[in-house]
């Protein structure tokens, strides 16, 4: 059976799989309950000076009869007072010394702010710490999460001095409301971070009621932005992730977060570059087992792969993620409708005739005379928008096509028509 065991910076658990910092890790109780569910670390929901917390904090979108697409909260960090989740981190660090604990920090800017509380947290234990540079809402107007997180300089700073007092490896997580992810990842490594988490929540409102007009969720009647998270993130923040692992100045171990919830969205986060995942949405969707799951499907992949180690996963995907630049021009895919198993339903037709390209066309069997959708492949662009549509699984394939020429990518084009004109000179 495949090893899950992972090593995140020194920070050891026997699988990648660790609940994000939130309202599952907010008491010893919990993470102990999912300790023994089998999750093999937990961020403990972020420590700082306590806060009063809205009443009606969450909300979420449901698309389309699928419950919790995405998931919105204007909760902050921890509303308990700090030496009762000290005790508490203690006791849980004691029952299950084999995973990792770690505990999330959020101060104010200041250095010996961040020097006490270092002090105080590694004193009952925990195995590293992640600092929140990263919730988006409440704190920020405070100078903190996301208006640290935001700012290059101040990740950096405030890194640098959480590892003048640290012991233990210091993860960095990251806002994903800015502009280029990889300034505050570079920061942070310069920081002397031991690795870096991401994503935290995603500025969002999760809509408007018709009829009081009240946001949702709303205090009172009055609302104020969120922080996005669950399945709707995941493509963003897979991005984000793949842009620190293949830029060669982050070059620090990632933790990846956003949107997973099941062993697959964790494998597609591991190609990716992340050595482990965190978990929040999903858990607080359908609480801590679905972690037997998420083991038990992650070894049977790898079992599959013959890939004996986790570890060895991490990564492999990232070398195929380039800049738009480089990719082949030449090479190209056609749409082909699997005449067995399409329903007529046209829903391919009218994407592609009002929307793309225009190149799908009934024909009429000469035989049975019976109508059906045919691709005209020389206008197709291979735009993948027909199959996106198609509700039926395999009625429609992309068929990679002989190549119109060598590869040949827009910056080779580029260089090349430089090279022309140099020599033309
Ligand atoms: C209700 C709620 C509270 C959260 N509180 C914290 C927090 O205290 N500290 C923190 O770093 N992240 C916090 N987060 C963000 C999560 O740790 C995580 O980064 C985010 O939810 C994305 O993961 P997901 O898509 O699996 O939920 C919170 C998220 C939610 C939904």
Redesign the pocket.
Same mark, same amino acid.
């Given at each position: 059976m495949a090893d899950l065991r992972i090593n995140l910076a020194g920070i050891k658990s026997p699988n990648p799989f660790w609940l994000? =910092?939130?309202?599952p890790t907010n008491t010893g109780y919990q993470v102990q309950r999912a300790f023994e569910s089998g999750w093999g670390g937990a961020?403990w929901? $972020?420590l700082g000076d306590p806060i009063i917390n809205t009443s009606s904090?969450?909300a979420a979108v449901h698309f389309n009869g699928h419950r919790v697409a995405g998931? !919105?909260?204007i &909760?902050?960090? $921890?509303d308990r007072p700090l030496d009762v989740n000290l005790k508490e981190i203690y006791e849980t660090k004691k029952l299950f010394p084999d995973r990792a604990l770690v505990a =999330?920090l *959020?101060v104010e800017p200041k250095r010996e702010k961040w020097h006490e509380i270092v002090k105080k947290v590694e004193a009952v234990g925990v195995d590293g710490l &992640?600092l !929140?540079f990263?919730?988006p809402h409440g704190m920020a107007e405070r100078g903190m999460?996301s208006a640290s997180g935001q700012q290059p300089d101040l990740v950096e700073r405030q890194t640098y001095w959480v590892k003048e007092a640290a012991r233990t490896p210091v993860i960095v997580?990251l806002t994903p409301n800015i502009t280029d992810i990889t300034a505050t990842a570079i920061a942070a490594a310069r920081g002397c971070a031991d690795a870096i =988490?991401?994503? !935290? @929540?995603i500025n969002s409102l999760a809509g408007v009621d018709l009829d009081s007009w009240n946001t949702i969720p709303h205090v009172a009647g009055k609302g104020s932005h969120g +922080?996005y998270? /669950?399945?709707a993130?995941?493509p963003i923040?897979l991005n984000m992730v793949a842009e620190c692992a293949r830029n060669a100045k982050v070059s620090i171990p990632i933790s990846g977060? /956003? +949107?997973? =919830?099941d062993w697959k969205d964790a494998v597609e986060f591991l190609l990716m570059g992340a050595t482990g995942v965190?978990?929040? @949405?999903?858990? *607080?969707h359908h609480g801590f087992r679905i972690v037997e799951e998420m083991i038990d499907g992650l070894t049977n992949y790898l079992d599959s792969k013959g890939i004996e180690r986790v570890s060895d996963l991490v990564g492999r995907a990232v070398p195929r993620y380039t800049d738009w630049g480089n990719l082949d021009l030449n090479y190209a895919v056609t749409a082909r409708i699997n005449t067995e198993t399409c329903i007529n339903c046209n829903k391919c037709y009218i994407a592609c005739e009002d929307t793309a390209h225009q190149c799908i066309e009934r024909a009429q069997d000469e035989e049975s005379g019976a109508s059906y959708l045919k691709v005209r492949e020389e206008d197709c662009v291979g735009c993948n928008l027909c199959a996106i549509v198609c509700p039926v699984e395999g009625a429609i394939d992309m068929v990679e096509q002989p190549a119109a020429g060598v590869p040949m990518s827009w910056n080779e084009r580029q260089a090349a028509i430089a090279k022309l004109s140099m020599k033309g000179a």
């Amino acid at each position: 059976m495949a090893d899950l065991r992972i090593n995140l910076a020194g920070i050891k658990s026997p699988n990648p799989f660790w609940l994000a =910092s939130a309202p599952p890790t907010n008491t010893g109780y919990q993470v102990q309950r999912a300790f023994e569910s089998g999750w093999g670390g937990a961020v403990w929901k $972020t420590l700082g000076d306590p806060i009063i917390n809205t009443s009606s904090r969450f909300a979420a979108v449901h698309f389309n009869g699928h419950r919790v697409a995405g998931f !919105n909260n204007i &909760e902050l960090i $921890t509303d308990r007072p700090l030496d009762v989740n000290l005790k508490e981190i203690y006791e849980t660090k004691k029952l299950f010394p084999d995973r990792a604990l770690v505990a =999330s920090l *959020m101060v104010e800017p200041k250095r010996e702010k961040w020097h006490e509380i270092v002090k105080k947290v590694e004193a009952v234990g925990v195995d590293g710490l &992640e600092l !929140n540079f990263g919730c988006p809402h409440g704190m920020a107007e405070r100078g903190m999460g996301s208006a640290s997180g935001q700012q290059p300089d101040l990740v950096e700073r405030q890194t640098y001095w959480v590892k003048e007092a640290a012991r233990t490896p210091v993860i960095v997580k990251l806002t994903p409301n800015i502009t280029d992810i990889t300034a505050t990842a570079i920061a942070a490594a310069r920081g002397c971070a031991d690795a870096i =988490s991401l994503i !935290n @929540t995603i500025n969002s409102l999760a809509g408007v009621d018709l009829d009081s007009w009240n946001t949702i969720p709303h205090v009172a009647g009055k609302g104020s932005h969120g +922080g996005y998270c /669950g399945p709707a993130v995941k493509p963003i923040a897979l991005n984000m992730v793949a842009e620190c692992a293949r830029n060669a100045k982050v070059s620090i171990p990632i933790s990846g977060i /956003g +949107g997973i =919830s099941d062993w697959k969205d964790a494998v597609e986060f591991l190609l990716m570059g992340a050595t482990g995942v965190q978990v929040c @949405t999903a858990v *607080m969707h359908h609480g801590f087992r679905i972690v037997e799951e998420m083991i038990d499907g992650l070894t049977n992949y790898l079992d599959s792969k013959g890939i004996e180690r986790v570890s060895d996963l991490v990564g492999r995907a990232v070398p195929r993620y380039t800049d738009w630049g480089n990719l082949d021009l030449n090479y190209a895919v056609t749409a082909r409708i699997n005449t067995e198993t399409c329903i007529n339903c046209n829903k391919c037709y009218i994407a592609c005739e009002d929307t793309a390209h225009q190149c799908i066309e009934r024909a009429q069997d000469e035989e049975s005379g019976a109508s059906y959708l045919k691709v005209r492949e020389e206008d197709c662009v291979g735009c993948n928008l027909c199959a996106i549509v198609c509700p039926v699984e395999g009625a429609i394939d992309m068929v990679e096509q002989p190549a119109a020429g060598v590869p040949m990518s827009w910056n080779e084009r580029q260089a090349a028509i430089a090279k022309l004109s140099m020599k033309g000179a």
